[in-house]
């Protein structure tokens, strides 16, 4: 569990694929269901296209394929995290699902689980359910040249 010293500290959890992310609220903008998408030509599989939201356009990366997984398909509970504006960038994640808020304190650290050659895969951390949640960095992520590589 976290230290009790420890500010509290609360997450928004969502679904890319099969995998579970936590991202700092201070990081995550809006959450908004899935938006019209104009499609760029010779650009990577993951990234989709760009997303007029209130007249400001967004980048939008699926991100369980930019990870290798199968793409994102488009239901009623996918959404779109609108993720750059804090690090000045328009960038929006489509992601299967939100999980809500989920507060540290109740998150068991797992130890040793950073993915180092992916600097935005964070602390892992396991709920009562036994589900494994990785924080996602936006930061890094935002920054990652593999990211910011969305050229054919």
Avoid: C
Wanted: glycine content about 10%.
């Amino acid at each position: 569990m976290s230290e009790t010293s420890a500010p509290a500290q609360t997450f928004l959890g969502f679904e890319s694929g099969a995998d579970r992310w936590l991202v700092d609220l201070a990081d995550a903008g809006e959450v908004l269901p899935v938006s019209a998408l104009s499609e760029v030509p010779l650009t990577r599989p993951w990234f989709l296209g760009i997303a007029n939201i209130r007249g400001t356009l967004y980048g939008v990366t699926d991100l369980a394929a930019f990870h290798g997984a199968e793409p994102t398909p488009i239901r009623p509970e996918t959404r779109l995290l609108l993720a750059g504006a804090r690090f000045g960038s328009n960038s929006a994640l489509l992601v299967s699902r939100t999980q809500g808020l989920k507060p540290l304190a109740t998150l068991e650290t797992i130890e040793g689980a950073v993915v180092k050659a992916q600097p935005w895969r964070g602390a892992q951390y396991r709920d009562a359910e036994g589900r494994t949640w990785t924080r996602l960095q936006m930061a890094e992520l935002l920054g990652a040249a593999q990211f910011l590589d969305v050229a054919l």
